[in-house]
Structures are given as structure tokens and as C-alpha cells.
């Protein structure tokens, strides 16, 4: 596909965001996302698409929050269509046209149209076809009782999918951590906006459940290490290499007890040998904070590490939306 957003901070600025009914403010990585983009079979110029994604930009921000997305699946775009295009008998020459603009909402993934909105023809003169384009486009209205409707209808839609849909996420999800992909499987699950609160407390208990499985299984694994290397090397440097392993062991892992085993052994140990005095502590929990935000907390992370993907990571070519 072409003409995308062109930079990050254009990204971070055409993010529609809809907050949640009775739920108060919400991370923008719980909300619902609509991500701008124009698709190659689109009639709008090359030269005129990143006017166009301002406009988007502009209409998205109006009718909802800044916000942002795991995923950019659900997306805004728009097409233009020529009603005519005459060449005007002043001095010097312009080109002047009427466009019919219409906005679209769909989902990236399926190729699935969601809403769309046939805006009032909009007018532009210039010098040449571009600039009387461009021109058009600025008279573009984002703030239209139908462009809201619009909206709204989308998000209805996107949310009645993630409802519809839940059960076959955590499938995936649990098949992916089936294949050691824990983080993947993460990352699929914090799809899910908190607006949408059944099919978002569904995708946190199983994600919840692949996190416990991949911190006991890297625990373990560190344990294991740890364990090894002590017993090749019962020294002040294999301890320190061991406190290497040890200091990874998440503080929620099951591993966290045995870690807890070896190091005070390491200890005595390096005391019985060298007379010094070697100090490590696992990593504890914040005790201010409760274990499930702490959680929850880790489980975004790791979400937000695999699961920010580009809008070009889906094929976009094939939309037959007009």
C-alpha cells in the first residue's frame, strides 16, 4: 500500500479515541482506535494524500479523544470522487473542480466495511488539478451532524466485533501460547478495549493465565541457569553470575521461591569460602501497590512491546469499498 502516515508524530495525531460509558478516563491503550490512512485504489492524487490525512486527522480529533492503539486493524480513509473539472476562462487559466467526498470506517484485517458517510460536494480552484484539489479538500466540514453519526456508527460496530468475537481472540491467543509465544499471545489479548468490559474482562483472565505460564516457564529456566553456574563455579565471580540469572526471575514467578533457596545458599556458601560477606535479594513485590495492578501493569508491558504494530502490516489493496 502508499501514501500511509508519513511520520510517528503524524501516527500519534490520527488516533480516534471514545471513551467509556460510566467507566471514567481510561489509558488510551484501553480505548477503542481509528487509525487514518488512504488506501492505493483510492482516486485522491499522490500529491493531495497527506492533505487529506490532515483533514482525517482534524475529523477524527473533533468527533472523539486523542488517543492510542495496540492495534491499528480499525481504521478511517476517505475517497474523492470528480463531479467535474473544467478549465476556467480567466487570466491566467484555472483549473477548478467539484469533488464528492465520502469517509469510510473498516476493519484492516477482514477487509470489513463498518459505516460510510457521503459528505456535500466540496469546491477548488488553482492554478493546476493538484492545487485546486487541495483546495477542495480544506472545505472539507468535520464537525457535520452526519460525520458524528458517522462515528458513532463505527464504533458501535467495532465494539458489537470484540463482543462477538472474544472467544475466538483468547482461542488464538491460547494457541499461540500452545507455541511458546507467550508475549504474542499477550499482545492479542490487550487488543481488546476496556470499552468493551465483558469481552475485555475475558481477554485480562486469559491473559493472565498465559502470563503466569510464561513467567513460571522463564523462571524456571533462570533458576536452572543460576543453579549451574553455581554449582561449576562456587566462587566470589560465580555468584556474581549466578545473581545475574536470578536478579531476571520475575517477582511473580513461581521460580521466586527456590531463587530465594539458592541465593541464601550462595551466601553462606561464599562466607564459608572467602569470609566475605556476598548480599543479593530477589526482587519483591512493590508492597504499596496491589499484586493485580502489579499484574496487570507487567502484562501491558508486555502487550505494548508486541503489539504496536504498523497500519502497512495489513494488506489493504483488495478493499472493494467503492
Given at each position: ?164 468475537q472474544i472467544d475466538f481472540l483468547i482461542s488464538e491467543a491460547n494457541a499461540l501460547a500452545g507455541q511458546d509465544k507467550y508475549d504474542e499471545a499477550i499482545a492479542l489479548l490487550f487488543t481488546v478495549p476496556t470499552v468493551c468490559k465483558d469481552a475485555f474482562d475475558k481477554a485480562m483472565r486469559a491473559a493472565e493465565q498465559i502470563f503466569q505460564q510464561k513467567i513460571d516457564i522463564e523462571g524456571a529456566y533462570l533458576l536452572n541457569m543460576a543453579t549451574h553456574t553455581w554449582n561449576a563455579n562456587q566462587s566470589w565471580s560465580g555468584a556474581n553470575e549466578a545473581a545475574g540469572y536470578l536478579s531476571q526471575i520475575h517477582p511473580l514467578s ?69
Amino acid at each position: 500500500m502508499k501514501k500511509i502516515l508519513a511520520s510517528l508524530l503524524l501516527a500519534s495525531a490520527c488516533i480516534l479515541s471514545f471513551a467509556q460509558n460510566n467507566e471514567g478516563k481510561m489509558d488510551d491503550k484501553g480505548r477503542i482506535a481509528l487509525t487514518p490512512v488512504i488506501l492505493d485504489n483510492c482516486a485522491i492524487p499522490v500529491a493531495a494524500s497527506n492533505v487529506v490525512l490532515n483533514k482525517l486527522t482534524q475529523i477524527v480529533t473533533k468527533n472523539g479523544l486523542a488517543g492510542d492503539s495496540f492495534d491499528p486493524r480499525f481504521i478511517i480513509t476517505a475517497n474523492m470522487v470528480k463531479l467535474s473539472h473544467e478549465t476556467t476562462a480567466t487570466a491566467p487559466p484555472m483549473q477548478a473542480l467539484v469533488l464528492t467526498p465520502t469517509l469510510y470506517i473498516g476493519d484492516a484485517a477482514t477487509g470489513t466495511l463498518y459505516a460510510s458517510c457521503v459528505l456535500d460536494p466540496v469546491k477548488g480552484a488553482g492554478t493546476n488539478e493538484t492545487k485546486a484539489y487541495m483546495q477542495a479538500v480544506k472545505m472539507l466540514r468535520a464537525d457535520t451532524p452526519a460525520v458524528k453519526q458517522f462515528i458513532e456508527t463505527g464504533k458501535t460496530r467495532i465494539i458489537e466485533w470484540y463482543n462477538t468475537q472474544i472467544d475466538f481472540l483468547i482461542s488464538e491467543a491460547n494457541a499461540l501460547a500452545g507455541q511458546d509465544k507467550y508475549d504474542e499471545a499477550i499482545a492479542l489479548l490487550f487488543t481488546v478495549p476496556t470499552v468493551c468490559k465483558d469481552a475485555f474482562d475475558k481477554a485480562m483472565r486469559a491473559a493472565e493465565q498465559i502470563f503466569q505460564q510464561k513467567i513460571d516457564i522463564e523462571g524456571a529456566y533462570l533458576l536452572n541457569m543460576a543453579t549451574h553456574t553455581w554449582n561449576a563455579n562456587q566462587s566470589w565471580s560465580g555468584a556474581n553470575e549466578a545473581a545475574g540469572y536470578l536478579s531476571q526471575i520475575h517477582p511473580l514467578s513461581s521460580a521466586v521461591q527456590g531463587g530465594m533457596v539458592l541465593s541464601e545458599t550462595i551466601k553462606a556458601r561464599v562466607k564459608e569460602l572467602d569470609n566475605r560477606e556476598w548480599n543479593f535479594a530477589m526482587k519483591q513485590f512493590d508492597a504499596s501497590v496491589s499484586l493485580e495492578s502489579q499484574r496487570i501493569s507487567a502484562m501491558a508491558e508486555v502487550g505494548k512491546a508486541m503489539a504496536k504494530r504498523p497500519v502497512n502490516y495489513y494488506n489493504m489493496n483488495s478493499f472493494g469499498w467503492w
